[in-house]
C-alpha cells in the first residue's frame, strides 16, 4: 500500500515483536495539527501510523520500534501495552471537538493498512482493539461511531451478532454472582477488571468500554441483557 513516509523522533526500542493493534482517533481539530504534534520532540507522543480522513496513511514509526501512544494500559494481562502493540490513530476531531463519523476511504485505508500489519506479525483478532479497551478509565477512542463491525467483516477483529437476550439489566451499586460473572467475563476477554461482585465506577468504566466497540447503539455503562449476550458470545468464539 502507499505510505507517505513522516517520521517522528518519538519512538525506542523494542524487546519483543508486536501481537496486538491498538486503534485510536486523535481527538484534535485538524489531522495537520495531529501530525505535528506525534512528531514534536516535546510532546513524547507518537504512533506508527496515521490515516487522514481521505484515506492517505503516513508512517511516523518502523513497526520494529516501540511508538508511544497506549500509555497506563492493559489487555489480556499485559500492561506495557506500547511494546506489545503497533499504534494506528485515526483522524478524527473526537468527542472533544466535535464526533463525527469516519469517511469510508479512510475505513478502507485502516482495514488495508491493518491486513497489512497481519501479514508481518501474529496479530490474534481477539488482540484488535482500542484505545479505550485498554485504558477504559482514561479514554473513548476511536469511540462508537467506529464500525468495529465492518473490519471484523474485513477478517480482522472480534465480532458477534447474538440472539434477543431477556436479563435484567446489571448497573453500578449492584452486588452479587451477576456482576461477579460479568466482571470475570470482561477479564477473559481481556480487559482489567478483576471479579469482585460489586459493580463499582471502574467497573461502569469497562461496561462503557466494551459498548463503544461490541454494543455501540447503547453507550450507558449498564450492562443490560444484550451487553451480557454479546460478551458471552464473543467468549465463545475462543477469546
Ligand atoms: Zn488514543
Known sequence: MNVIEAPSPNFDARTS?????????????????ALERLRDPGAKVSAHYVVE????????????RRA???GVSFWKGVRDINTASVGIEIVNPGHE????????????SVIELVADIRTRWTVDDDRIVGHSDIAPDRKEDPGELF?????????????????AAPGAPLGEGEEGAGVFALQAGFTRLG????????FDGHTK???????????QEKVDGVADGETRARLIGLLRLGA
Open 17 to 33: 515483536p508486536p501481537d496486538t493493534i491498538v486503534l485510536h482517533y486523535t481527538g484534535m481539530q485538524t489531522g495537520e495539527a
Open 53 to 64: 480522513e481521505d484515506g492517505r496513511v503516513f508512517r511516523l514509526v518502523p513497526e520494529e
Open 68 to 70: 508511544w501512544h497506549a
Open 97 to 108: 471537538f466535535g464526533y463525527r463519523p469516519f469517511p469510508d476511504a479512510q475505513i478502507a
Open 147 to 163: 464500525p468495529w463491525q465492518r473490519l471484523a467483516q474485513a477478517g480482522h477483529g472480534l465480532w458477534v451478532e447474538p440472539p
Open 191 to 198: 480487559y482489567d477488571c478483576a471479579p469482585s461482585g460489586k
Open 205 to 215: 468504566s469497562v461496561v462503557t468500554a466494551f459498548q463503544r466497540h461490541w454494543r
